[in-house]
């Protein structure tokens, strides 16, 4: 299994801590006692659960010019006209989609273009299936122009548990549908706002595969 980038430094602390726990465990504490196979299982738990966050599995991405493709793992919370206030000014669509600690938590792009507008937003640490996390959360927010869809705004949100949003993207920069866009440690939330004449391909709930899932196409 390859491990993202993002997670060497909480890889190796995880590891120094379990081998900590491990030792305490077999110095002070004698094999009949309750007390060692708790602090051995607490070290596993933290050692495997720090690896399956981080973890970075192969996968094959869509390349489509006519389509929005998820840009994370997770599930489909919100589907909705909103008026959104940070860049357009006007009504759009906006598919939120909800990351829980299980999921990958990489971010790619979820189609080509210019990216026109990027701003990193500090806020609030609100949970991230909260409304309010849209516009309350610390956030990182970055327009991409495409020649099919116009401008598409997509918003990496902090939630309860994130404390952490990276974005790899720059003002000027041309995006790649499938490229890694950036990474939010430990749960949270991408909204991906769209034109109200994009097609929505996902309903309320469904599972969405960061690269794969077909959010959105150009509507006949």
Do not use: C
């Not at 720059?170 to 890694?180: D, I, K, L, P, W």
């Amino acid at each position: 299994m390859k491990f993202h980038k993002e997670g060497r430094v909480s890889i190796v602390l995880a590891a120094l801590v379990s081998m900590i726990l491990i030792v305490i465990a077999y110095t002070l504490f004698d094999r009949g006692s309750p007390i060692q196979p708790i602090t051995l299982t607490i070290a596993a738990v933290l050692m495997l659960t720090i690896l399956q966050f981080f973890r970075s599995p192969p996968r094959r991405k869509l390349i489509m010019d006519d389509a929005i493709i998820a840009p994370a793992d997770g599930k489909v919370v919100v589907i909705e006209e909103v008026q959104d206030s940070e860049y357009f000014n006007e009504p759009v669509r906006q598919i939120s989609i909800f990351m829980s600690p299980l999921h990958v938590h990489i971010n790619w792009f979820p189609l080509a273009g210019q990216i026109i507008y990027n701003k990193y937003h500090p806020g609030k640490y609100l949970v991230a299936w909260d409304p309010k996390s849209s516009t309350d959360n610390e956030r990182h927010s970055i327009v991409i122009e495409n020649p099919a869809f116009g401008k598409v705004l997509v918003k990496q949100i902090a939630g309860a548990m994130a404390r952490r949003i990276v974005n790899y993207s720059s003002e000027g920069q041309t995006a790649e549908q499938g490229g890694e866009m950036g990474f939010i440690k430990f749960g949270s939330r991408v909204d991906v706002l769209i034109p109200l004449s994009a097609k929505v391909e996902v309903k309320l709930d469904d599972t969405s595969i960061g690269g794969q899932t077909i959010l959105a196409s150009i509507a006949e």
